[in-house]
């Protein structure tokens, strides 16, 4: 039982039309009342304590409803590539980091990008042995879908020209047929050496092993990271057992302050099945939600399944759209049917009109044949479904989950790359005008955790050239922060969290700005002061609370 608080002295925003409440009543991890300060103070159970906004902006907690938490804290522990211009570049930074840590097992980078880099192509194997013949050296693609490792991880795996590429994946390759470094998608399954985490095509493989101790520091680094952006629920779009024991292992601990929903990847469904998982299971701080599909590759790697948003050009004809499916037609199908016969929500990630397409198909034929009504099903990024698609979203209830900061960060060489279509990329006002919610989130590490960047880049569309990326699919502010909050709520089926209301979880963030009236071009900018969870701060900036030094 904690003592009631009462925060007052600022705007309270809780991105409704109702009128603002001069003051809030928190007592026992919840909101107990909202309006003026004498009538929270007079209806505390006992003298409440008083936090002064001090002209800050009180706003619910934010929710990210896609996220990697372990990967993202793998990102902020190892060195940053994402400001690589050229493979010159990655070779410095990856030399500077590991002179700043001289014992690395290791050397690891995140977050190269091809597209901008002067060389025009991905690193290699020979490039990378400039940095380190005699350890490992491997650099993770910014969109986490693959990575380039130099010649001693290759020899330490045994991975060689006899080594064959699975399906739904890529292997780079030299004349004789010699790996030259580069491994995609179901392809980095062979990353993870012996004994680990094994997804075959069911996704890209980043669960590579890692210490507890490299496990545990960099969960805190996350969550740290989140926390510090006003995020205070989240949803894990890929668990494997390497994620599952990190999260039960810091909710035992007492360490997992995100509200965590985890969606298991379909690599288990058979087990799944086995053990009888028919719904979610867990609670307001852990829950297990459902199951994570891949039906296509990336659109930032290019291995996306674009083969309709390309003139009718075969997959492989170039112009980008040398993508792939993870699963035969057919199996993605069955698991997707199998999935709603057990119960089990879905969410699918799925880049081009064919995919998006066939998990659309599997989702009506799997109602048709196990009609069971609260199972939700979800699309992941969406990133070029067409308007008959998006109509039969709506109509099926199928909600798509894109995440606007790569649209800012990556539509300039998308557009370049596929042409006009490619200013299409996450129609959020599509989805707003055939009725379907509004969900913004981040996918980090692809794009950072900071909710009101998202917001910005999909009120604005803004490219870094500057340009507008498909004037028409831009939203609104109150449908923007609605989509950082009680949208993806909804969707992760809570009334509890996104929302300042009575009875709701005291989740609540303290904003240097109001993101209601600043300056659009000012919400990425907007500082978070403290973040609170459950009635508690969990994170300040001044270093009164978090999980790190
Ligand atoms: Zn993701």
């Known amino acids: 039982m904690s003592d009631p608080v009462v925060f007052t002295g600022g705007p309270i925003e809780t991105f409704d039309d109702g009128p ?20 929270c103070e007079a209806a505390a159970t006992s003298s409440p304590r008083r936090v002064d906004l001090e002209g800050r902006t ?11 938490l372990l990967l993202h804290g793998c990102r902020l522990d190892w060195a940053d590539l994402s ?15 590991a002179d700043a840590h001289p014992g690395v097992a290791s050397i690891d980078g995140y977050g190269y990008d091809q597209t901008v880099l002067a060389e025009g192509r991905h690193p290699t194997a020979v490039d990378l042995d400039r940095v380190d ?61 012996e004994g680990g985490v094994k997804i075959r095509n069911h996704g890209p493989n980043f669960h590579l092993p890692m210490t507890p101790e490299d496990r545990r520091r960099r969960f805190d680094l996350a969550q740290e990271s989140f926390l510090s952006v006003g995020v205070t629920t989240v949803c894990d779009a890929q668990v494997s057992s390497r994620e599952l024991m990190a999260y039960l292992q810091a909710r035992d601990e007492g360490s997992l302050l995100l ?5 298991l990847l379909s690599s288990g469904l058979e087990h799944l099945r086995e053990i009888g998982l028919s719904s979610t299971v867990g609670n307001e701080r852990l829950e297990i939600s459902g199951v994570k599909f891949y039906a296509d590759g990336s659109v930032l790697a290019r291995t996306a399944f674009l083969a309709g948003e390309c003139c009718g050009h075969a997959p492989g004809a170039g112009r980008g759209d040398d993508g792939y499916l993870y699963h035969e037609p057919q199996e993605l199908h069955d698991l997707l049917v199998e999935a709603q016969r057990l119960g089990l929500a879905t969410a699918t990630h799925s880049q081009g009109s064919v995919p998006i397409g066939m998990v659309l198909d599997a989702i009506a034929a799997g109602r048709a044949q196990s009609p069971r009504p609260g199972v939700v099903h979800r699309i992941e990024h969406c990133g070029f479904p067409t308007d008959e698609q998006i109509a039969r979203m709506a109509q099926l209830g199928v909600v798509p989950v894109p995440q606007p900061v790569q649209l800012h960060e990556h539509a ?3 557009v370049e790359d596929l042409g006009p279509i490619g200013a299409r990329f996450y129609p959020y006002g599509a989805f707003q005008r055939a009725g379907l919610p509004v969900v913004i989130s981040s996918d980090a590490p692809v794009t950072d955790p900071n909710p009101l960047r998202a917001a910005w880049a999909a009120i604005t569309r803004e490219t870094v050239s500057g340009a507008v990326a498909g004037e028409d699919f831009r939203i609104d502010r109150t449908t923007a922060l609605a989509g950082l909050t009680r949208s993806p709520a909804a969707l992760l089926g809570r009334r509890d969290v996104g929302v300042i209301a009575p009875g709701a979880a005291a989740d609540l963030v303290l904003l ?20 609170w969870i459950g009635g508690a701060l969990a994170w300040a900036a001044d270093g009164r609370a978090g999980l790190t030094d």
């Not at 330490?156 to 004789?176: F, M, V």
């Not at 240097?512 to 973040?531: F, H």
Request: aromatic letters at 4%; charged letters at 20%; glycine letters at 12%.
């Open 20 to 39: 603002e409440p001069e003051a809030v009543l928190v007592e026992d991890g919840a909101v107990h009342a909202l309006g003026t300060t004498s009538d």
């Open 58 to 68: 009180l706003v619910p907690g934010f929710v990210d409803a896609h996220m990697h």
């Open 83 to 97: 400001g690589a211009r050229s493979i010159e570049d990655i070779v410095r930074l990856l030399r500077d980091y």
């Open 133 to 193: 013949r005699a350890r490992p050296v491997s650099v993770q693609h910014i969109s986490g879908h693959g990575y380039v490792v130099n010649s001693a991880v290759m020899r330490n795996l045994g991975i060689s020209a006899s080594t064959p590429t699975p399906s739904g994946g890529r292997i780079d390759r030299g004349e004789a047929g010699e790996p030259t470094g580069l491994f995609f998608d179901s392809a980095c399954d062979l990353l993870t050496g």
């Open 259 to 263: 509200r965590t929903h985890m969606l």
């Open 412 to 414: 300039d060489e998308i």
């Open 512 to 531: 240097d700005d109001n993101p209601m009236t600043a300056d659009v071009g000012a919400l990425p900018r907007i500082g978070v002061t403290e973040t």
